[in-house]
């Protein structure tokens, strides 16, 4: 089994809808990131939380919100989500602050139609 | 900001041969850089990292050199291998692990 688990896997919705992708992980790390990947655009940091009790906004947290319900578990969510947040989207875990090295989930493809 | 640009976008190279995809970065306050690789369908794994008080690092076919004056790094993979087709992204951060910058990505595709 991975390490860092995000669920779905392959969402299509449409415009306005909202909705939430979820991400889980084994690893016992304390941080947690999510990010998003287009095309020719690289990964961007949407939000990163240290523990259940401190969330940090990222480079392009707007449209975005998220909730990091036990040390294992991080989802964000498309309040109304709109055609430009279709994307690629990871969840990624950092041991701790001195922690170089982030650990990526298999990535969600949202589709917002 | 930091903004860190990436080069070539797509990379097609004959297996054996080797394949070099250069990183530029703007701030000098940048001090770690990592190479990340992403095979088809997987999240994104380290496969190296260089800090700015080094100048060139090496592991088995991959190495990463360091020009800090000029701002730039590279990833340089030698006898490549059909299984190093993938997107290889570089990134920098200033020692605020919490926050990378990421480049484009380079699409590599090696030809058995």
């Known amino acids: 089994d991975a390490d860092v688990t995000q669920t779905p896997r392959n969402r299509i919705t449409k415009t306005g809808k909202r909705i939430m992708l979820e991400c889980s992980q084994t690893?016992?790390?304390?941080?947690m990131y999510w990010y998003r990947q287009d095309p020719g655009l690289g990964l961007r940091l949407i939000y990163y939380?240290?523990?259940?009790?401190?969330?940090n906004k990222g480079e392009i947290s707007d449209g975005y919100s998220v909730s990091r319900q036990a040390q294992a578990k991080f989802s964000l969510s498309l309040e109304s989500a709109i055609p430009n947040q279709t994307a690629l989207y990871f969840c990624?875990?950092?041991?701790?602050?001195?922690?170089?090295?982030?650990?990526f989930g298999q990535g969600t493809r949202l589709t917002v139609v | 900001g930091e903004n860190v640009e990436q080069h070539p976008s797509t990379l097609s190279v004959q297996e054996g041969d080797s394949a070099v995809i250069k990183c530029t970065y703007s701030?000098?306050?940048?001090?770690?850089f990592p190479w990340y690789k992403q095979e088809l369908g997987k999240g994104p794994q380290l496969i190296i990292d260089?800090?700015?008080?080094?100048g060139e690092k090496k592991d088995q076919r991959i190495a990463v050199t360091l020009n800090k004056t000029a701002k730039h790094f590279s990833l340089h993979i030698t006898e490549t291998q059909p299984e190093d087709s993938a997107v290889y992204f570089c990134a920098a951060s200033n020692g605020n692990f919490n926050k990378f910058y990421f480049g484009s990505g380079t699409k590599l595709n090696v030809k058995p």
């Open positions: 701030d000098s306050a940048s001090n770690y």
């Open positions: 260089i800090r700015s008080n080094v």
């Open positions: 939380s240290f523990d259940v009790k401190d969330i």
């Open positions: 690893k016992g790390h304390d941080r």
């Open positions: 990624a875990t950092r041991e701790d602050r001195l922690s170089t090295e982030a650990f």
